[in-house]
């Protein structure tokens, strides 16, 4: 069983930085693929970044390449979220999802590939 807890959400104008973290329990960490995922009121969770369990390949939604950067400390079995120039419309609850290694990264930017997400952190930019 795995169990992620995000945190770093909050407050933010825009133009500003955030710094989200997942951590997961459990010793299985180096043997999963992660992702973060976004959603907001009424739309679907959409896809933001994903790295595979050892760091080597990272993957981005194309509207946010360049802007945020997602990595992962195997050590201390926790992924980042790193958000620069922050815009109202990133605003959303992120997610963190994990997925063992054996169902391949392939389609890392689809939810249902993904077999355990956290609560979500709440990020909110003003404009």
């Known amino acids: 069983q795995v169990q992620l807890v995000e945190s770093g959400g909050g407050l933010v104008q825009a133009g500003g930085s955030l710094r989200l973290s997942c951590a997961a329990s459990?010793?299985?960490?180096?043997?999963?693929?992660m992702g973060w995922f976004r959603q907001t009121p009424g739309k679907e969770r959409e896809f933001v970044a994903a790295i595979t369990w050892n760091g080597v390949l990272t993957s981005y939604a194309d509207s946010l390449k360049g802007r945020f950067t997602i990595s992962r400390d195997n050590v201390k079995n926790t992924v980042y979220l790193q958000m620069n120039s922050l815009k109202p419309e990133d605003t959303a609850l992120y997610y963190c999802a994990a997925k063992y290694v054996y169902t391949g990264y392939k389609d890392y930017d689809q939810t249902r590939t993904y077999g355990y997400w956290g609560q979500g952190t709440q990020v909110t930019v003003s404009s």
């Open positions: 459990g010793r299985t960490f180096s043997s999963l693929h």
